[in-house]
């Protein structure tokens, strides 16, 4: 079946550096990809949808400028998390629709922001 | 507002059990409804999906119902094993087509017990 790979798993940094976390889709082209954040206990919240070759559609109350994302082929989207804080601290997921609007996650990555 | 609501706390069953997980919405309309699971530091994995004209759905040992009168799905593992122990989260469909219109619950962290 189709495979989502996310890369790195988990990553600590210091406060006021900037993170890359990369999401592949293996054996599929993935036009659109999604990227998630999940805090402990809590549900999953979309943060942006990922478009090849344009510009990705931020959800409410997310900052683009702070989490940088680009899709630049059909195999891989990039998150940056810039200038990252300790509030930037989360679980980061993304996913591409593999199905009749099915997702398919990657494994996700831990981000600590010490 | 819009809400999904699930079961926040654990539910603990006992192996060879049927385990019945709920997901009740409001203020939606949606087209389908889908169920993930997901275990810990790991991302979500889709497991049925149910369009709002279809009473059940069947897969291996899971079923799954939607009730669009009283607005809630109710998710059933039979034969339980301690192997179906995770996080099982509940997807709405709200934008009347595509993933990218996928709100999550927080999920219903199942625990079956030998």
């Known amino acids: 079946g189709a495979v989502v790979s996310q890369h790195p798993s988990w990553v600590i940094c210091k406060s006021g550096t900037s993170v890359k976390i990369e999401c592949r889709s293996l054996?599929?082209?993935?036009?659109?990809m999604f990227w998630y954040r999940q805090f402990p206990k809590q549900s999953l919240m979309l943060m942006a949808t990922?478009?090849?070759?344009?510009?990705?559609?931020?959800e409410q109350g997310v900052e683009k400028d702070k989490f940088l994302i680009n899709h630049a082929s059909l195999t891989l989207s990039t998150l940056t998390v810039t200038s990252a804080h300790p509030e930037d601290s989360s679980f980061y997921i993304c996913s591409a629709v593999t199905g009749a609007n099915v997702l398919t996650f990657g494994a996700g990555s831990r981000l600590t922001v010490l | 507002s819009q809400k999904i609501e699930q079961n926040s706390e654990a539910l603990n069953i006992q192996e060879g059990k049927t385990a019945t997980l709920t997901c009740n919405y409001t203020n939606y309309s949606p087209a389908y409804l889908q169920w993930y699971r997901q275990d810990p530091g790991r991302g979500p994995v889709f497991l049925l999906l149910?369009?709002?004209?279809?009473k059940e759905k069947r897969k291996e040992r899971l079923k799954v119902t939607f009730d669009t009168t009283l607005k809630q799905s109710l998710f059933h593992i039979t034969a339980s094993q301690p192997a179906d122990s995770a996080t099982y989260l509940c997807?709405?469909?709200?934008?009347?087509?595509?993933?990218?219109?996928?709100?999550f619950g927080k999920g219903t962290h199942l625990i079956i017990q030998p």
């Open positions: 990922s478009n090849e070759g344009s510009k990705a559609t931020y």
């Open positions: 997807a709405l469909d709200h934008s009347g087509g595509g993933a990218d219109g996928l709100t």
């Open positions: 054996d599929f082209q993935a036009t659109t």
């Open positions: 149910i369009r709002e004209n279809e």
